[in-house]
């Protein structure tokens, strides 16, 4: 929300300076988010005469001018504008001065053996737009010597504050201006509401035709016929105030609903009365009347649901969001008929995201407007199109009843210090809260009657009396307290899973991937592909129609993400994400995953380590490290070729321990990759930190002895003819339980298909390491490990040892 420092004082009598009332509107929960102050920024630069300019003794293209501010000696400056001459009068910057187009800081100088002292400017060194084809040539009744910040009228500072949603009424500088007067920052002027005499009836009537359980969507509706008006331009401290907030003029028609917009605030429509065909019909749509031209010049199909203004033609506005082209205002407008209306909020936001459309209208309707006020801005809009187009004004017509949305409430007045801490006495409670405009009536036994304002429908309890008196009174107030202490031993801020997180997240990136922080939701026809069936996980209002679904897996965000990056270059890419995935709407349906996806290849080219294609194995070791980094005894996983169909069928596995997966890995299967314009392998995993089982609790907190052997540890290579179908996974874990004193680990290193082995059987070839730990093993002693070894590989797989 966006209004100036003059703006503002039109409402609040003030003479506190702008600094002080940015302090007091972020401490009244209005945050000031920033304060553009051009009357500042171009505090130094004045209208300057050029008296000479000739041409510069040493350059073409420069010229040596004379300049008079009016006061002091003239200055000496080098100018390279193809416009400067003598006699005009442009903006002129002295030496120190900060120039906010270019960020640079002037000096005195010597240009081609010339000296310059100053500066004549163009609108770009200004930053005042992109013009840098000359210096700025100002009318020849320029004042001499006056800042430039005053004679274009940029002296008056533009406030941006971030409004909450509950906050309507302060969507207006009106509102804004009352909460200030409340916080003791001034004093609110009066602002005029009395009736203009019609002078003739309406010949445009308004008729409410909603379902009597539908009559919220838009309880009441004041229009009134204005004849004998001119739409030409509108007055310049109108313009003014629409240009510094960002809003272009139009014509004064115009101009007029959107300052009411934004001063009130009151959305406003004017319809151009010769194009309205009969009398004006409020009702719901069916979703079979069509498209509507709107005024922001799109065209939208009417959905059904929205709240519809209809003449005998047809419809010819969307209720509380745009206006269409057909009843439009334009130069040639003599009669209008002027709409002051009430639309329910949440159908008003909900037509809004339908139809993607963001008007300032909406934005103050689904926020909730003050019914009390709508007769009154109704005469005020009334006064100042008469003021501004001519003309005269009919009789108002009211459909509908206006809403009584004052509360009455009860305050308990020791509860501002028992909700808020801090103490507040009765009589300072009751003065905020009128000066807040809520009507304050004292009752027995600590008791307040409390009558909310119109302008407030957000006030619904007590606790919404007690933040306000707290806002007033100023937050800053509430004294410091420490939490009371509940244990003798302060509790860990971190808790067990949080801290596995952080210790999967380094892991991942130790990996050499780079951490993406995706959507929860995705499109419902690639989670699809990705086992989505829940359809309680389909968002009914999606902040994009490809985002219309709970994700059930974080892989379709980052293969995405992987072809984004392809698309610009990046083929060789790898990317993780841990955070949830959903599989059901239940409370345990969400689940806690790690995921990732490696593209291309696994580096760039270099003549010593030529870079591989990744593959499915490069996915498994990422998927170990971050189940070792969670706790997993990796050691004990058992490998399977199960993975779900997203996989490449021959080239990806399932972690498990026991019954229990904790891992997908592999390659993306081919059809998908293609899909999703990925070119190349693609190797991905996802680790379901919430199947990892948790570490078991050791006894005291010191970690275990490391018991390092000072003896050699020696290798032995073992081949084992085994049957084509027994995972090499088997064969492995058995050979390291046949001693799990002296076997340090076993490792493939060689599989073999082909000559010298019979069809349906591979050869496996594992290297074993055995480490002693009291002293140097004996022949003996190795051969019987050895035969300890085979015996169990045998029993376990029916492998038997290759010749």
Not at 238 to 262: E, W
Not at 451 to 476: Q, S, Y
Not at 520 to 525: A, R, T
Request: glycine fraction near 10%; aromatic fraction near 4%.
């Amino acid at each position: 929300m966006k209004f100036t420092l003059s703006w503002l004082t039109e409402h609040l009598d003030t003479d506190l300076p702008l600094d002080a009332l940015a302090e007091k509107l972020t401490a009244l929960g209005l945050e000031v988010e920033g304060i553009e102050d051009r009357g500042a920024t171009l505090a130094p630069f004045v209208i300057g005469e050029v008296l000479t300019a000739e041409q510069h003794p040493n350059a073409d293209r420069l010229r040596v001018c004379t300049v008079t501010t009016g006061t002091g000696a003239p200055a000496q400056v080098v100018c390279g504008a193809p416009n400067a001459r003598a006699g005009m009068k442009g903006v002129f910057a002295p030496p120190g001065t900060h120039i906010p187009g270019t960020g640079l800081d002037l000096k005195k100088g010597v240009i081609r053996g010339v000296d310059s002292n100053g500066m004549l400017c163009s609108e770009r060194e200004l930053g005042l737009s992109d013009e840098h084809t000359g210096i700025i040539d100002l009318p020849a009744d320029a004042p001499v010597g006056a800042r430039l910040a005053d004679y274009l009228g940029l002296d008056d500072p533009v406030i941006d504050i971030g409004l909450t949603p509950d906050r309507g009424d302060c969507a207006g500088v009106r509102g804004i201006a009352r909460d200030l007067a409340a916080a003791g920052a001034g004093r609110l002027r009066p602002f005029d509401t009395s009736p203009v005499p019609g002078a003739f009836p309406s010949p445009i009537g308004v008729t409410i035709d909603l379902p009597a359980d539908q009559r919220h969507a838009c309880p009441a509706f004041i229009g009134r016929t204005l004849r004998g008006v001119t739409n030409g331009p509108s007055p310049k401290w109108l313009q003014d105030k629409l240009l510094s907030i960002g809003l272009r003029p139009i014509s004064a028609l115009v101009d007029i609903t959107n300052y009411f917009t934004f001063d009130q605030p009151r959305p406003l429509h004017v319809f151009d009365a010769g194009k309205v065909k009969g009398d004006l019909v409020i009702t719901l749509a069916t979703g079979s009347e069509g498209r509507i031209a709107a005024l922001n010049d799109k065209d939208y199909a009417i959905p059904a649901g929205a709240c519809l203004i209809s003449d005998a033609g047809g419809p010819i506005s969307l209720g509380g969001i745009v206006g269409g082209v057909s009843t439009g205002v334009t130069e040639d407008t003599t009669d209008v008929f002027l709409e002051v209306a009430l639309f329910d909020p949440i159908r008003t936001a909900a037509t809004g995201r339908t139809l993607a459309i963001e008007s300032d209208a909406r934005y103050r309707f689904e926020r909730g407007l003050d019914a009390g006020a709508m007769l009154g801005q109704m005469e005020a809009a009334t006064r100042l199109i008469l003021a501004v187009c001519g003309g005269e004004a009919s009789d108002p017509v009211i459909a509908g009843t206006i809403p009584e949305t004052a509360r009455d409430l009860t305050l308990r007045t020791d509860r501002v210090e028992d909700l808020g801490g801090l103490p507040v006495p009765v009589d300072r409670q009751v003065a905020i809260l009128k000066a807040l405009g809520f009507t304050v009536r004292h009752a027995d036994h600590g008791l307040l009657g409390i009558t909310t304002p119109t302008w407030r429908p957000d006030i619904h309890g007590e606790a919404d009396l007690v933040e306000e008196i707290l806002r007033v009174e100023g937050f800053d107030a509430i004294p410091s307290v420490p939490l009371p202490r509940t244990t003798a031993v302060t509790r860990p801020a971190v808790s067990p899973r949080q801290r596995i997180t952080a210790a999967v997240k380094r892991a991942l990136s130790a990996q050499g991937l780079d951490e993406a922080v995706t959507w929860s939701f995705m499109d419902s026809g690639l989670a699809a592909r990705f086992g989505f069936q829940s359809t309680a996980l389909k968002l009914v209002n999606p902040i994009a129609s490809d985002l219309d679904a709970m994700r059930p897996s974080v892989l379709p965000n980052l293969l995405q993400a992987a072809a984004r990056n392809a698309a610009r270059g990046h083929a060789d890419v790898g990317l993780f994400e841990v955070g949830p995935t959903y599989r059901d709407a239940s409370p345990t349906g969400q689940m806690a995953t790690a995921a990732g996806v490696r593209t291309g290849k696994t580096g760039p080219r270099h003549w010593a380590d030529p870079p591989r294609p990744v593959d499915a194995f490069d996915a498994k070791a990422d998927a170990v490290t971050a189940l070792e980094a969670a706790g997993a005894p990796v050691d004990n996983l058992q490998t399977t070729t199960d993975a779900p169909d997203w996989y490449h069928p021959g080239r990806s596995g399932v972690l498990r321990l026991g019954a229990n997966v904790l891992a997908h890995f592999g390659e993306v299967h081919p059809g998908l990759a293609d899909a999703l314009d990925l070119k190349g392998p693609v190797a991905a995993f996802e680790v379901f930190l919430g199947t990892v089982p948790a570490r078991k609790k050791k006894p005291g907190t010191a970690k275990p002895k490391l018991v390092a052997s000072p003896l050699q540890p020696l290798v032995r290579d073992f081949a084992f003819i085994v049957d084509a179908g027994v995972a090499a996974d088997r064969l492995v874990r058995a050979a390291r339980g046949a001693d799990k004193t002296l076997i340090t680990a076993v490792e493939v290193f060689d599989l073999y298909q082909g000559k010298g082995v019979e069809d349906g059987k591979k050869s496996v070839a594992v290297a074993v390491t055995l480490q002693p730990v009291d002293a140097t093993l004996t022949d003996t002693q190795i051969d019987a490990v050895a035969t300890k070894l085979v015996a169990a590989v045998t029993k376990t797989t029916g492998a038997v040892l290759r010749g």
